[in-house]
C-alpha cells in the first residue's frame, strides 16, 4: 500500500508559478512511476504529466508543455510538479499517482487505470 499526499495548492494569479508536491507516507516512491493528474469542475480528470521511476523519462499533455515541469528527489521520497505561466484553464483538484509500469504516455496518452494508488489532491486556482 502506497498512501500519496500533495501539498503546494493554493491561489495564484495568471502568469504566476506554484509547486505542488507529491510525498509518500510510510512507502518508497523509488519504486513506481508517477503520474500528475487533474480534474476541473465539471470536466473529466486528464492526465497532466509523468515521470518514470528513475527520472529518466517525462511526458506532459500538450496544454501545459512548456510551462510544467515534473522533478523527482529519490532520496527525498518525493516528486514535484512545478507550474509557471499558469491561466485560469488550469484551475483543477490536481492529484498524483502511482504506477508499478506506465505504458500510455509512450503512445501520448495517460491512462488512470494504470495507477494503482492516489492522492487526496490539492486545489490550484488562478484567477485575478
Known amino acids: 500500500q502506497v498512501h500519496l499526499v500533495e501539498s503546494g495548492g493554493g491561489l495564484v494569479q495568471p502568469g504566476g508559478s506554484l509547486r505542488l508536491s507529491c510525498a509518500a507516507i510510510g512507502s518508497t516512491l523509488n519504486a513506481y512511476d508517477i503520474g500528475w493528474f487533474r480534474q476541473a469542475p465539471g470536466k473529466q480528470r486528464e492526465g497532466v504529466s509523468y515521470i518514470s521511476r528513475r527520472g529518466d523519462s517525462t511526458y506532459y499533455t500538450d496544454s501545459v508543455w512548456g510551462r510544467y515541469t515534473v522533478s523527482r528527489d529519490n532520496a527525498e521520497n518525493k516528486v514535484y510538479l512545478q507550474m509557471n505561466s499558469l491561466r485560469p484553464e488550469d484551475t483543477a483538484v490536481y492529484y498524483c499517482?502511482?504506477?508499478?509500469?506506465?505504458?500510455?504516455?509512450?503512445?501520448?496518452?495517460?491512462?488512470?487505470?494504470?495507477?494503482?494508488?492516489w492522492g487526496q489532491g490539492t486545489q490550484v486556482t488562478v484567477s485575478s
Open positions: 499517482a502511482a504506477s508499478p509500469g506506465a505504458t500510455g504516455q509512450r503512445m501520448g496518452i495517460m491512462i488512470m487505470a494504470e495507477y494503482d494508488y
